[in-house]
């Protein structure tokens, strides 16, 4: 049975998003909420036809060059979506053109759907031409999950009125932009039997783009012309079109990087001359997408709005995450917008990794292996710090080099620059990425990537550890000074709670680590300790730090202190500021909120969050509770940062807080679907997207992963009355189909193989 759920701007059923009313002050939101992509790139939702001031823009992951200021950022490709109809006169000597654009005529009909099943965005419109000439087209794409190289454009056209000429013309814009700026010099371009090609060059990082077009066109005899405008080459055809007659014309595109081949303009032209037709390409997408679903999909009943906004959230995290290629992430902003210039920050291994994980988990070992990768990028952040081992990136791209802009320009002219300080204090990423390759190991149990990958990316960045603690002899205590914790609001702490015990976690485990791949894998064992000059003395000092690691927590009432001083700050009452719709960081300033225990997003709740599963500190009721009670009132939740709700929800649901949860899960599952933080047009936010599947699955859901495997205990929210899931957990799929009421389920073929678990978990 279809369910339907209706917002503002959209109707939402199981599988589909429809916008009835073309509204173009929103234009660039909805660019973002209509992507579609393929894991390779993403292909914001403008339009074939072009709007005034629209961004066109497609991603391909990877495929970065410099900037200045933020170093590198993702380079908007060529645009393969112009698809222009042109309404002529009755003859060809008639001179009257009337090309097809919402802001001129009238617009009859304007539905615009994206089918999260297949990937495929479709728009259906009557338009009535300045001149009264009236037609229906119906327009599709998708970005095929078949074979990551393929675009498709379908549009039928339908005269309802008139009998006369109509042209199509189908191109490739070679002038992209990234915000005024072009990455891309021109090669060449040409034409084959097939179509058009073009080649491009990035301009310094010397990525070179092959893209190749064809047009076909049934239900009228018609021919094609080539057109090779420098930097625009176009196809058209011009066709006697008969009123109530559909004719349809198809475009199919194909793209390479000289990140995949050599080659990339006889890749394209190559692949181009041996494509099928639109339907059977559409068919093997199709299946594509149901094999994908089969292990991501989740099924809500009873909340139809909740229903459809959980799948396209997983939806945007599906198009985002590189099937093929191990040396690209998934930046905070998707593959979907400018935003954060397609820079990777921990938002991924947090955030978004466990969907992936649970679900996808080859393309979770992607996402992990890219951190791999970009050691080389890690180690020269230490050295240049003065630190051993690797420090990660607080924002990274193609080499693991430090991103984050030092600066941010004042917004206007007479307005100061922000020093961002990230860059130099968020170090917490170094404790997040372990614990990402910790888990992905212990949920996957593929010790073929520890041994190869894993290890070093958790020994390598536990060494830096050893570097940076501080040993304050006074208090016979380590401390870790000057950090920014996660929350951002205050930006030079000492012993932040969250830093200190990510970083003791992760000596843990990489002593365990270390002791396992001594024990199975000695070849490799030796081999790291000397690229990492690893020592006896460096695994003892690494115990010492985790026994002697500073934490502010009162163990009468588990009350822990996020940073040295912070309940010395200035109080703050949230709800004196009720009705702002902004942060409380744009409302006081920076400097002032610094001063206040008003907090970015959850930080100790955070650290609680992803402790749960381990039985050691800080993690127990009793703690969740004070702390809750205490942190989650001075939490900025709606306007602080995005990646907040989420979490929030996940706590407020084992705390049984089920209104609070929900309405926090709302905010984070809403937040591009209605735009509810106004930034939707920078891009999708993937770590909310993330943040989503967690709420869902541990949150409602309750998994926990027991050594049994996951078991559920669920607190569905009113109204939900079904939740159904799948989880892959050591090889094995685990089916959960939970129903109001119900209190614990499990339905698992798992068995457990008790020798192999303890491997896995050698110091529990
Ligand atoms: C958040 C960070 C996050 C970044 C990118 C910031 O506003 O505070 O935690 O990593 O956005 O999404």
């Given at each position: 049975m279809q369910t339907e759920g209706r917002s503002r701007h959209f109707i939402y059923t199981d599988w589909i998003l429809t916008e009835t009313q073309f509204d173009p002050d929103q234009l660039h939101s909805k660019e973002t909420v209509f992507t579609i992509g393929n894991g390779y790139l993403g292909t914001k939702g403008s339009?074939?036809?072009?709007?005034?001031?629209?961004?066109?823009?497609?991603?391909?992951?990877?495929?970065?060059?410099?900037?200045?200021?933020?170093?590198?950022?993702?380079?908007?490709?060529?645009?393969?979506?112009?698809?222009?109809?042109?309404?002529?006169?009755?003859?060809?000597?008639?001179?009257?053109?009337?090309?097809?654009?919402?802001?001129?005529?009238?617009?009859?009909?304007?539905?615009r759907q994206l089918d999260l099943r297949y990937g495929l965005l479709s728009r259906y419109l009557r338009w009535r031409?300045?001149?009264?000439?009236?037609?229906?087209?119906?327009?599709?794409?998708?970005?095929?999950?078949?074979?990551?190289?393929?675009?498709?454009?379908?549009?039928?056209?339908?005269?309802v009125d008139f009998d006369g000429l109509i042209e199509v013309q189908g191109s490739i814009n070679g002038y992209p932009e990234n915000q005024g700026f072009n990455h891309w010099e021109g090669l060449d371009q040409g034409k084959t039997d097939q179509g058009i090609w073009l080649q491009r060059r990035t301009r310094h990082s010397r990525i070179e783009l092959g893209?190749?077009?064809?047009?076909?066109?049934?239900?009228?005899?018609?021919?094609?012309?080539?057109?090779?405008?420098?930097?625009?080459?176009?196809?058209?055809?011009?066709?006697?079109?008969?009123?109530?007659?559909?004719?349809?014309?198809?475009?199919?595109?194909?793209?390479?990087?000289?990140?995949?081949?050599?080659?990339?303009?006889?890749?394209?032209?190559?692949?181009?001359?041996?494509?099928?037709?639109?339907?059977?390409?559409?068919?093997?997408?199709?299946q594509a997408w149901d094999e994908i679903w089969q292990q991501s999909d989740i099924l809500i009943e009873g909340d139809s709005t909740a229903a459809f906004a959980v799948r396209y959230n997983l939806f945007q995290l599906?198009?985002?995450?590189?099937r093929h290629d191990d040396r690209v992430s998934i930046p905070a902003k998707t593959l979907s917008g400018f935003g954060y210039r397609g820079h990777i920050f921990w938002d991924t291994e947090i955030f978004m990794l466990p969907f992936f994980l649970f679900t996808q988990p080859a393309i979770a070992r992607n996402l992990l292996s890219y951190r791999w990768h970009t050691l080389p990028g890690a180690?020269?952040?230490?050295?240049?710090?003065?630190?051993?081992?690797?420090?990660?990136?607080?924002?990274?791209?193609?080499?693991?080099?430090?991103?984050?802009?030092?600066?941010?320009?004042?917004?206007?002219?007479?307005?100061?620059?922000?020093?961002?300080?990230?860059?130099?204090r968020e170090i917490h990423i170094n404790a997040d990425i372990p614990y990402a390759a910790w888990n992905y190991w212990q949920t996957t149990g593929d010790d073929e990537w520890m041994q190869q990958r894993g290890a070093e990316i958790i020994l390598d960045a536990a060494i830096f550890w050893g570097s940076r603690v501080e040993f304050n002899s006074e208090r016979q205590k380590y401390e870790i000074r000057g950090v920014i914790g996660v929350d951002e609001y205050h930006e030079f702490v000492h012993n932040n709670a969250f830093t200190n015990r990510m970083a003791q976690w992760h000596l843990e485990k990489a002593i365990a680590v270390y002791d396992w791949l001594a024990q199975k894998f000695p070849e490799r064992a030796t081999e790291l300790e000397q690229k990492l000059k690893l020592t006896p003395e460096e695994?003892?000092?690494?115990?010492?730090?985790?026994?002697?690691?500073?934490?502010?927590?009162?163990?009468?009432?588990?009350?822990?202190?996020?940073?040295?001083?912070?309940?010395?700050?200035?109080?703050?009452?949230?709800?004196?500021?009720?009705?702002?719709?902004?942060?409380?960081?744009a409302i006081l300033g920076i400097e002032k909120t610094n001063k206040y225990q008003v907090i970015k997003q959850p930080d100790i709740l955070m650290l609680l969050y992803l402790m749960r599963e381990s039985a050691d500190f800080p993690y127990n009721e009793k703690a969740l509770q004070t702390n809750w009670n205490y942190y989650a009132p001075r939490t900025d939740i709606t306007y602080g940062s995005s990646l907040g709700p989420a979490v929030h929800a996940i706590l407020a649901s084992d705390l049984s807080r089920s209104a609070e949860a929900y309405e926090v899960f709302m905010q984070a599952l809403m937040v591009d679907l209605e735009d509810n933080r106004g930034n939707t047009s920078d891009g999708i936010h993937g770590a909310t997207a993330g943040g989503v599947w967690q709420a869902v699955i541990f949150g409602f859901g309750g998994i926990q992963l027991t050594e049994n495997g996951p078991v559920a205990n669920c607190?569905?929210?009113?109204?939900?009355?079904?939740?159904?899931?799948?989880?892959?957990?050591?090889?094995?799929?685990?089916?959960?189909?939970?129903?109001?009421?119900?209190?614990?389920?499990?339905?698992?073929?798992?068995?457990?193989?008790?020798?192999?678990?303890?491997?896995?978990y050698p110091h529990k």
């Open positions: 339009f074939e036809e072009g709007y005034p001031h629209a961004l066109p823009a497609t991603f391909i992951n990877g495929v970065y060059d410099d900037v200045p200021v933020v170093y590198t950022e993702l380079a908007n490709c060529p645009d393969w979506l112009p698809l222009v109809v042109i309404v002529n006169g009755e003859s060809p000597t008639e001179t009257l053109r009337e090309r097809f654009r919402l802001d001129q005529g009238e617009i009859l009909r304007y539905d031409s300045p001149s009264g000439k009236t037609i229906d087209i119906h327009f599709e794409r998708f970005a095929s999950l078949a074979d990551q190289h393929v675009l498709a454009q379908r549009c039928h056209l339908t005269p893209m190749g077009a064809t047009m076909r066109i049934s239900g009228a005899e018609a021919s094609l012309q080539v057109s090779t405008a420098p930097g625009y080459p176009t196809l058209s055809t011009t066709y006697l079109a008969k009123s109530q007659q559909t004719v349809t014309v198809e475009k199919i595109v194909t793209i390479f990087t000289s990140r995949e081949t050599e080659t990339p303009v006889s890749a394209a032209i190559e692949k181009l001359a041996h494509l099928p037709d639109y339907a059977t390409l559409l068919k093997a997408n199709q599906l198009i985002a995450g590189a180690r020269r952040k230490a050295t240049h710090y003065g630190y051993k081992g690797a420090m990660f990136a607080w924002e990274s791209a193609d080499t693991g080099d430090e991103v984050t802009p030092r600066w941010a320009l004042g917004n206007d002219f007479y307005g100061e620059d922000v020093r961002i300080w990230c860059r130099d695994r003892t000092h690494w115990q010492d730090i985790i026994a002697k690691i500073l934490f502010l927590h009162d163990p009468s009432t588990e009350l822990i202190e996020q940073f040295e001083g912070f309940f010395q700050l200035e109080d703050i009452n949230l709800a004196d500021y009720e009705g702002r719709d902004r942060s409380m960081q607190h569905l929210p009113d109204g939900w009355t079904r939740l159904k899931f799948k989880l892959h957990w050591q090889g094995k799929w685990h089916d959960f189909d939970l129903h109001k009421g119900q209190v614990t389920s499990l339905r698992s073929e798992f068995k457990i193989q008790n020798s192999k678990f303890k491997i896995n």
